[in-house]
């Protein structure tokens, strides 16, 4: 019934549903709270969360930015 091919298709699928699913939830978490990294020293402590990362707001180097998810 099920072969070699098959089971590494079912589980690469069920792979990228959970990472789908977590990146979901990151994302809700992070619109709820908007967390500001990067920057100037007083962000040097702020770091984003796995699976996200430091986007710049685009005005200068100092200003810093939010916390984006990958997907």
């Given at each position: 019934?099920?072969?070699?091919?098959?089971?590494?298709?079912?589980?690469?699928?069920?792979?990228?549903?959970?990472?789908?699913?977590?990146?979901?939830?990151?994302?809700?978490?992070?619109?709820?709270?908007?967390v500001s990294?990067?920057?100037?020293?007083?962000?040097?402590?702020?770091?984003?969360?796995?699976?996200?990362?430091?986007?710049?707001?685009?005005?200068?180097?100092?200003?810093?930015?939010v916390c984006?998810?990958?997907?």
């Amino acid at each position: 019934m099920f072969n070699k091919k098959h089971f590494i298709l079912i589980i690469a699928l069920v792979f990228l549903v959970i990472i789908f699913m977590w990146q979901w939830k990151l994302k809700q978490n992070l619109t709820e709270n908007t967390v500001s990294c990067g920057g100037d020293w007083s962000y040097n402590e702020i770091s984003c969360p796995l699976g996200s990362y430091c986007k710049s707001l685009n005005q200068g180097p100092f200003a810093g930015g939010v916390c984006k998810t990958l997907l």
